[in-house]
């Protein structure tokens, strides 16, 4: 007899990782980027079509930080090797490359419009 077994997203990250509420939605910039530490590690987000993402403050290709890359409002320009990486889902778009490493994201409503990152317990 084959057992079914019901998938529960939400247990599982919580076993994983926590949610933390890491800044506030009207300060994520619309097609643009800031830069947030959440302990030891940065973040990067973006909102693009009112969708908020969240990506490693990292660049795939060297590792180096973005904080100071050129963004024209859909992709992130790494100011050290020009790489191109997409704000909509952080993929490479200039070269062979892996993608953006990307965190879940949720909008909660208390006490404010604030958003929050899931992020693996190794990262906390």
């Known amino acids: 007899m084959k057992k079914t077994v019901l998938f529960n997203q939400e247990a599982m990250l ?3 990782g926590q949610w933390l509420s890491v800044i506030a939605l009207a300060d994520v910039p619309s097609y643009g980027f800031i830069t947030i530490d ?36 859909q992709q992130l320009i790494c100011p050290f090797h020009h790489y191109r990486f ?3 889902d952080g993929r ?4 062979l490359c892996a993608p953006l490493s990307r ?3 949720r909008i909660t409503e208390q ?3 604030r958003v929050e990152v899931y992020l693996p317990l190794n990262l906390i």
């Open 14 to 16: 919580e076993r994983e």
């Open 38 to 73: 959440v302990g030891e590690h940065s973040l990067l987000l973006s909102k693009i079509a009112n969708e908020v993402r969240c990506f490693a403050n990292q660049c795939a290709h060297s590792a180096y930080a973005l904080t100071f890359a050129k963004c024209d409002g």
């Open 86 to 88: 997409s704000l909509e």
């Open 92 to 95: 490479c778009v200039s070269h």
């Open 103 to 105: 965190y879940p994201v």
């Open 111 to 113: 006490p404010s419009l």
